[in-house]
């Protein structure tokens, strides 16, 4: 009888990935998992088998999101779903299309010197206050924060009063359905607010290019909403930023490499994206890397039936010995660097750009600016997250 493992149960330790990923992709890298609420699942931890099922069309999303209660999760309930993680292509293209103009290349390179002045100026009011600073608090919360409300259009007074209504949705893990589902209800209530607001005087955002394609019947206002209530949400840059400069400031001999080549800060970036897990080693419920197959299909020598759910760990794809030499150990000049942090195949982040940039500058202007920077605290009394959607440090008291 195949063994069944215990999958989604456990909180993170910092940002060291679980056991359990290491040993099934070493002897059985497509297993059978029971989680915390739903029904059982396949979890597939290899690299290209991980790529497989998030780009094969016969593995599906939209079916996920109306198996509603059966789908296989870690909390007690189903959040409201990203709109774009609810369907598949071809419907799933269109409203990725509306929305490309503002993700694209060209329109993130525009933004970069908004995103350095932004940035050195919460880093200006850092060094006026003088260390230790919680880097959290007063820039890993705040830039991404202010800039996400730049592009998508909230009036800067309401930037980070918004960010606290999210916070119940962030960890809806320790929050009960009604507290996820009235912060949902504010947070659509707000955006629909601005989305009038919008109709009556379009600016260069985000929203107001929705609204245009309300007008023009492109997109539904309800779709369009979903649109900016998903974006307020995330808070994956934030917790990067703050997992970024722990895994610096813990790693001396890295830290002084890119402080001697800064030219190599996109290089660093992506291996810090790939080294540092974003979610903890849990499905994330509506949200999460999970597909239902809608055809037999065979991974890495298991069938995996029509109707079975599938949960991918992006997380042990990035550490996949088979495709990263030292996988376990950071290296910030690796190239190549095929990791999945932002997804792969047509549900891949449509925002991985803008992020890759806000990440950029992030790095660079905190390492350019502080002549010496260093943990606060013994890195072992550092506070981590606990019960929330994505990895991070609590708090990050740092000198220089």
């Avoid at 799933?92 to 329109?107: C, S």
């Avoid at 309401?158 to 929050?175: A, E, G, H, I, N």
């Avoid at 197959?293 to 991918?312: K, M």
């Avoid at 981590?384 to 440090?393: L, Q």
Wanted: proline content about 8%.
């Amino acid at each position: 009888m195949r063994k069944v493992y215990r999958y989604g149960f456990d909180t993170p330790d910092r940002l060291e990935p679980i056991a359990l990923l290491a040993t099934l992709r070493a002897e059985q890298p497509v297993a059978r998992i029971t989680l915390p609420y739903g029904e059982d699942a396949w979890l597939v931890t290899r690299h290209e088998s991980v790529k497989t099922v998030l780009g094969d069309p016969r593995f599906s999303r939209a079916t996920v999101v109306a198996a509603g209660d059966r789908t296989p999760r870690a909390g007690p309930f189903n959040p409201t779903p990203n709109p774009f993680s609810v369907t598949d292509p071809p419907h799933h293209a269109r409203l990725r299309k509306l929305v490309a103009g503002v993700f694209g290349r060209l329109a993130v390179e525009l933004r970069r010197p908004r995103a350095e002045q932004v940035a050195g100026e919460l880093i200006d009011d850092m060094i006026a206050v003088g260390p230790p600073v919680d880097l959290i608090q007063a820039f890993a919360i705040q830039f991404p924060t202010l800039m996400i409300g730049e592009v998508l259009g909230v009036p800067q007074p309401d930037r980070l009063q918004v960010r606290d209504w999210t916070l119940p949705v962030l960890s809806y893990w320790s929050r009960t359905k009604h507290e996820v589902d009235r912060a949902h209800r504010r947070m659509r209530e707000y955006v629909s607010s601005l989305v009038a607001r919008k109709r009556e005087h379009p600016e260069a955002d985000l929203l107001s290019t929705l609204v245009s394609h309300i007008d023009r019947q492109e997109i539904a206002e309800a779709e369009a909403i979903a649109v900016g209530v998903s974006m307020l949400l995330n808070d994956s840059t934030a917790n990067q930023i703050g997992s970024f400069l722990y895994v610096l400031l813990t790693h001396p001999d890295q830290l002084a490499w890119l402080r001697a080549n800064p030219s190599r800060v996109p290089d660093a970036v992506e291996e810090l994206l790939r080294f540092a897990p974003l979610t903890p080693d849990k499905p994330g419920g509506g949200q999460g890397n999970v597909r239902m197959a809608l055809a037999d299909v065979e991974l890495d020598g298991v069938c995996i039936r029509a109707g079975d759910f599938v949960v991918t760990s992006i997380t042990s794809a990035n550490r996949d010995e088979r495709i990263f030499v030292d996988s376990h150990e950071i290296d910030l000049g690796r190239t190549p660097n095929p990791h999945m942090a932002f997804g792969h195949g047509p549900h891949h982040c449509p925002g991985d750009k803008l992020a890759r940039m806000w990440l950029q500058v992030a790095v660079s202007c905190l390492l350019t600016r502080f002549s010496n920077p260093q943990l606060a605290v013994p890195a072992d009394e550092v506070p981590w997250k606990v019960g929330t959607v994505n990895r991070g440090p609590a708090a990050l008291q740092v000198t220089w």
